[in-house]
């Protein structure tokens, strides 16, 4: 499949559109440091990662649009002390431009996480991006206590990088974070890239948690032995959970190494139904997020 035939996949489908939960907008000078440091295979990629999108701001936003893509996240992260409320900043200038951007925050455990997250949330902010493995940090931690209650009471999603793709920290894989669901058990979580390449620890909390999703964000592609092989014995699981909208579609767009129609490709080769790709392309995520 090429870019020019996503239109076509969708609307064969029925539906309006894509909704992709796992977009990346930045601050130039950030996103610049991030396609830096793919491009030199720094030690938390530990591959070669050539990035097929590195393309100005505006360019990737009609790129989007002429895919059809009719919502998308803006997903920003910390990886030291101070930088998560500017972030935050920037991402809702962002959103206030952009109407199809969902309003995306970002936190890391440091004193004021709490304020800075309250008052994101308080202004409109949908979707809090974490990144366990980039952050090096334990979700565990005394100042994200506060944090995880306020998303847990409010409902807004947290989505976590927190499986050991593509390099494991001390703070991956379903343990640490399962850790904070039995805390915090009525939190919103979507996990990235199915939980890569813990999947069924990450299926498992899914399981006893109504309100953890997963994200697709380059399963199945022909890349993602780089983080991490799906087992073909957990397809059901799998099946069963996007029917029950708990699968929502994810690109890491535009850090990827292969046209964006390769992810619809990979995942209509599963195989597994019509109503499937439906609900994980579009209806979770237009539930989750109360789109039309």
């Not at 030199?40 to 990662?49: H, Q, R």
């Not at 058990?185 to 953890?212: K, N, Q, S, Y």
Request: proline residues 8%.
């Amino acid at each position: 499949m090429t870019d020019a035939e996503v239109p076509g996949f969708w609307r064969a489908l029925g539906l309006p559109g894509l909704i992709d939960v796992h977009v990346h907008f930045m601050p130039p000078r950030l996103m610049k440091a991030v396609w830096d440091y793919f491009a030199d295979a720094g030690p938390l990629i530990g591959t070669e990662w050539p990035i097929l999108y590195k393309i100005p701001e505006d360019e990737r936003l009609a790129l989007l649009r002429g895919l059809g893509v009719r919502a998308f996240s803006s997903l920003a992260y910390p990886h030291r002390p101070g930088m998560a409320a500017s972030l935050n900043a920037w991402t809702a200038d962002f959103a206030d431009r952009v109407p199809e951007c969902l309003r995306t925050g970002t936190f890391y455990p440091e004193p004021g996480a709490a304020d800075y997250v309250a008052r994101a949330l308080d202004a409109g902010t949908r979707l809090f991006k974490v990144h366990l493995q980039v952050g090096g940090f334990d979700p565990r931690a005394e100042e994200l206590d506060a944090v995880w209650g306020m998303l847990a009471e409010s409902g807004t999603p947290a989505l976590v990088h927190a499986g050991s793709g593509p390099v494991a920290n001390g703070f991956t894989g379903p343990g640490p974070f399962g850790d904070v669901l039995a805390r915090h058990p009525r939190l919103t979580a979507i996990i990235a890239h199915l939980g890569a390449p813990e999947f069924d620890g990450f299926l498992a909390l899914a399981d006893r948690h109504d309100r953890v999703h997963l994200d697709t964000t380059m399963a199945f592609t022909r890349f993602s032995g780089e983080l991490g092989r799906f087992p073909a014995g957990l397809l059901p699981r799998l099946r069963d959970l996007g029917l029950d909208g708990r699968i929502l579609f994810g690109t890491d767009f535009p850090n990827i190494p292969y046209p964006y129609a390769h992810q619809l490709e990979a995942l209509a080769c599963l195989d597994l139904g019509d109503d499937w790709l439906r609900a994980v392309c579009w209806d979770a995520a237009a539930k989750l997020f109360d789109l039309q």
